[in-house]
């Protein structure tokens, strides 16, 4: 069983809708949670972090961290084309090996 | 300024032959880390680099691997007798200093490896 599960899709909504992409774990030693975008043929780029379990806003984008439940999430509000790319979410532990952890990347296209 | 750069971009082998990835992080970061996409996966980690400290090699799927960090700058990840299996994008990542945790880490754009 992989430390990190994430459907990897493909998702397709059309452009203004609320998307919500999701990730589950198993290793209750993570602290920090990000989600990573990743654009065709570049590397992944930081969109959010959260520490710990709560909330965090920014822009359209909404991260959570349910500890409880190992369970986190990313939702984007008025999705725009431009937020079609491949999304990642990423853990990482505060003591010990400073690797982040990644799920499998849900493929997110948004439609005109 | 100036971000994580690597080459070549894409490489293609032939199955057997010894292969070099080069990464240039971000100028003052003392982190380095490989991590390997393969086709519809997650990226997978290889190795880590913090300063002057012991890499940390516990992502290296075989000793084909190896990778060495000069200088506390550019890094070279070498593939021994490549393996078809190989075949992937091999990302490089810096992160800077001063930090808990090293959660804001900064992507180079790959190497597309391609064995044949």
């Known amino acids: 069983q992989k430390e990190v599960e994430q459907d990897p899709g493909p998702l397709s909504v059309p452009e203004g809708a609320i998307v919500s992409l999701n990730c589950t774990y198993s290793?209750?030693?993570?602290?920090?949670f990000m989600w990573y975008r990743q654009y065709s043929r570049k590397g992944p780029e930081l969109l959010m972090y959260?520490?710990?379990?709560g909330n965090k806003e920014d822009g359209r984008f909404t991260a959570q961290v349910d500890k409880s439940s190992k369970y986190i999430s990313l939702f984007i509000r008025d999705s725009q084309p431009s937020d079609s790319a491949t999304y990642l979410c990423?853990?990482?532990?505060?003591?010990?090996?400073?690797?982040?952890?990644f799920g499998q990347g849900t493929r997110l296209t948004i439609n005109p | 300024g100036a971000g994580v750069s690597q080459s070549p971009s894409n490489k293609v082998t032939e199955k057997g032959k010894d292969v070099e990835l080069r990464c240039d992080p971000i100028?003052?970061?003392?982190?380095l880390y490989w991590y390997r996409q393969s086709l519809g996966q997650g990226l997978e980690f290889l190795i880590y680099?913090?300063?002057?400290?012991?890499?940390?090699k516990s992502g290296l799927p075989s000793d084909r691997f190896s990778a060495e960090r000069t200088g506390g700058s550019v890094s070279t990840l070498t593939i021994q007798r490549t393996q078809q299996e190989d075949s992937a994008v091999y990302l490089c990542?810096?992160?800077?200093?001063?930090?808990?945790?090293?959660?804001?880490?900064?992507f180079g754009p790959g190497t597309r490896l391609t064995v044949t």
């Open positions: 959260t520490y710990s379990s």
């Open positions: 990423a853990m990482l532990r505060i003591q010990g090996a400073q690797k982040l952890v």
């Open positions: 680099f913090q300063g002057n400290s012991a890499p940390d």
């Open positions: 100028s003052g970061h003392t982190a």
């Open positions: 990542a810096s992160s800077p200093a001063g930090r808990t945790a090293n959660y804001e880490q900064y």
């Open positions: 290793n209750s030693a993570f602290q920090y």
